[in-house]
């Protein structure tokens, strides 16, 4: 009979369904970084001058900057900046220029992303807008026009430049600082496309808005941009998902997201990340290094964080929210899934300035194969923030013997009042867990499948519906052959 | 008629130690038999291997059951062909609804034998149904697998798992255990439902007391890894009045 590091043993092969590439004509940069590249890049979106400025300013400031090594990320390999292309877009029909071309089409339905308004109205599926990026640039975003009648706008990002230059001008680069850090600063210079939301005064977003980031093109990197602003009393739930081809080589992803909240708006910002994480030997996957911050301005403003991380072969990220506002609430909730040779540093920081605002943190990693998978975590309390709290709760669950979890949590706190609370637990799947449902007929996968269904599911209840359905299967794809 | 259990010199143990030295039984379709007998006798073992656990090693013997080979089938396969083990001490599953645990084993089952898995609301409908025969309230589905259950709760857990998969042949591993007599009821009540000409069963345990409500075909006494003695409820009522030390094979 085997033993249970034998049924546990190292993960195997992962199933990745969408590791497909696109057969389609694209158009790139030249490969490599200099000005002329951004002056490119610019001139491709036909930016404002204030744009390119904004750019040519970030470059230069990242040029004097590093890549951070804090991260518990020893595969992270050095990056050659050179060695990347930083703009590609499929090429339109100069004849039907407002067609979406019939690969595009074809790659979205693969991926079960609907880009076109009819496919929702018809089907059975809840309502959701959708914004979807191909490489450096979006090709479709529906229900505009609906949402433009309540005053929403949903739009790419290139388009918002063009568009409401006055709300991006105003907005970017608000929360995270042109050189918050090594990767915002190359996402400030290079960015390509993202998407830009506004929900206006009073106005609650009557549908799910969602984002949906498809890297195809070898050689490439992906560099999107969001911005969502929910002015007084707005509210919106807004989900993103990400997918790329299967290759050897490692491809970067760097991305920058802004959420403003003002008084008594409500954010919900929920992301299930299916990068491709890599083979079983480590070879390839998306390098994922992105900076995504909100801050809670307003009175009585609350911003909500759920993701759920099961791809990559590196992920460094921290959701963190920055609560100004009095009364203003954040939380995190994260569960964070490595197999094979990935590795995951992720967590979040909570900037507690103002009275009496309150944040939440769960996080589930889940560890297999020979990964390695660490919370870190900043819960600030400044001086300000009288009577505000924390509660963070951090679990890790490991399946073998050769994967790794660890927590960094740090809590600064400058105010006598505040209470900040923190648990931590690690676990295993437990060989008598495994046995107690084999003998009830359930296989050695489906159990692990069940169980870390469990571990997870004070996060994935959090998910929007389908969100959270997709979810669970992606847990239970990506750990399969991480046993026997 | 077939024998659906048979077992042949058995030697299995656990860490390299042998603690079964030899069990020979052969049980018949519609049988129960109860297998008594002082801790460390090896009843848990004999359990768990029939059931496949992994830590415990079979080192010489076979097992035919309805027909296969026992020993070289999964913990699953064993349970897919009808074989169920009642826990002696049933494990926590944190998180997984006792619905979601049952669904998953259901049709797990019906997978593998060919069948097409239940729909929400069949599926719905047999649950409430061993629910009511077990006594569990609505609530109960919603709990998670074993937490926080009280060492009835627990037990009850056992037998409407065992209602919901309809066994071929069920190992009840002490299940009687620190139950009260109404806890006691619903274990027998569920063995013997389940009982018809096809359908057999193991009991293991310390005491007579389930024995009378659910009266065994045939009664063993394992002691020190080997079957001294077999009979009928005779045997039950001598060890009752005194002990196992008055059995010697």
């Known amino acids: 009979m085997a033993e249970e590091k034998d049924i546990l043993a190292a993960a195997a092969e992962k199933e990745y369904s969408e590791g497909f590439v696109t057969d389609i004509e694209q158009e790139f940069v030249p490969k490599g970084l200099n000005e002329d590249i951004i002056r490119t890049i610019s001139a491709k979106k036909e930016e404002p001058e204030w744009l390119l400025e904004f750019r040519l300013d970030a470059f230069r400031k990242w040029k004097t900057m590093t890549p951070p090594k804090w991260g518990h990320l020893s595969r992270l390999p050095e990056i050659d900046f050179q060695d990347i292309i930083y703009y590609a877009a499929p090429k339109r029909d100069e004849d039907r220029p407002k067609e979406i071309d019939p690969a595009l089409q074809e790659t979205f339905d693969k991926l079960g992303i609907p880009i076109k308004e009819r496919e929702v109205l018809a089907g059975v599926k809840s309502k959701v807008a959708v914004d979807a990026v191909f490489d450096s640039v979006s090709v479709s975003t529906t229900f505009r026009k609906t949402l433009s009648e309540m005053g929403i706008i949903f739009c790419s990002f290139s388009e918002a430049v063009r568009e409401h230059p006055d709300l991006v001008r105003k907005y970017l680069a608000s929360v995270v600082p042109v050189a918050d850090n090594f990767y915002a600063a190359l996402n400030s210079a290079v960015f390509s496309d993202g998407s830009f939301c506004y929900i206006p005064k009073g106005v609650k977003c009557p549908m799910d808005l969602s984002s949906y980031f498809r890297i195809n093109a070898s050689g490439t990197g992906q560099f999107e941009r969001t911005l969502i602003i929910a002015d007084e009393g707005a509210s919106v739930s807004y989900m993103e998902g990400c997918t790329a081809p299967m290759r050897d080589e490692n491809q970067l992803h760097a991305a920058v997201v802004e959420i403003i909240v003002e008084k008594d708006a409500d954010v919900r910002y929920s992301t299930v990340q299916n990068w491709y994480p890599g083979d079983s030997q480590g070879r390839g996957g998306i390098l994922n290094l992105v900076t995504k911050r909100g801050l809670c301005r307003g009175e009585g403003s609350h911003l909500s964080w759920t993701q759920v991380e099961t791809g990559s072969a590196i992920t460094w990220k921290y959701p963190s929210t920055v609560l100004m506002g009095d009364n203003s609430s954040s939380e995190f909730y994260s569960v964070a899934l490595t197999g094979n040779y990935q590795q995951a540093d992720t967590g979040t920081k909570m900037i507690h300035i103002g009275r009496n605002t309150r944040s939440r943190i769960v996080s589930k990693g889940i560890s297999a194969g020979h990964s390695e998978n660490s919370y870190r975590g900043l819960v600030r309390m400044n001086p300000g923030a009288q009577h505000a709290r924390n509660y963070s709760q951090c679990d890790s669950l490991l399946i073998g013997d050769k994967c790794g979890a660890h927590t960094f949590p740090v809590i600064r706190n400058a105010n006598p009042t505040a209470i900040v609370e923190h648990e931590a637990t690690t676990s295993r799947i437990s060989e008598d867990q495994l046995f107690y449902c084999n003998q009830r007929g359930i296989s050695p996968e489906d159990a692990v499948g069940l169980i870390v269904g469990g571990y997870a599911r004070e996060v994935l209840s959090r998910l929007p519906m389908e969100f959270a359905v997709e979810a669970q299967k992606l847990l239970s794809v990506n750990l399969e052959g991480s046993i026997g | ?249």
Not at chain 2, 35 to 46: C, D, Q
Not at chain 2, 132 to 146: L, P, S, Y
């Open chain 2, 1 to 249: 008629m077939e024998n659906l259990l048979e077992i042949h010199d058995l030697h299995a143990g656990i860490e390299g130690k042998e603690i079964l030295h030899g069990i020979n039984l052969t049980i018949k379709p519609g049988e129960i038999h109860a297998v008594m007998g002082p801790n460390g006798a090896g009843k848990s073992t004999l359990s768990a291997v029939l059931a496949g656990r992994p830590d415990y090693t079979v080192t010489s013997g076979s097992i035919t059951f309805a027909g296969q080979d026992l020993l070289a089938m999964s913990p699953e396969e064993r349970s897919w062909t009808g074989l169920f083990l009642s826990f002696q001490y049933p494990i926590e599953i944190p998180g997984v609804s006792i619905t979601n645990f049952m669904k998953a084993a259901v049709n797990a089952r019906r997978k593998a034998r060919g069948e097409l898995e239940l729909s929400a609301g069949q599926f719905l409908k047999l649950l409430k149904e061993k629910m009511a025969f077990v006594g569990m309230k609505g609530e109960f589905a919603k709990r998670e697998v074993n937490v926080g259950f009280s060492g009835g709760e627990k037990k009850r857990n056992e037998i409407f798992q065992m209602a919901m998969l309809d066994p071929l042949f069920s190992i009840l591993d002490e299940t009687d255990s620190g139950l009260d007599v109404d806890a006691l009821k619903v274990v027998a009540d569920g063995v013997n439902a389940l009982r018809s000409p096809e359908k057999s069963a193991i009991i293991i345990t310390h005491y007579k007391h389930l024995l009378d409500l659910i009266t065994p075909d045939v009664v063993h006494v394992l002691k020190a890894g080997r079957i001294i003695a077999t009979g009928g409820m005779e045997l039950a009522g001598q060890i009752e009045t005194e002990g196992f030390e008055s059995i010697n094979g």
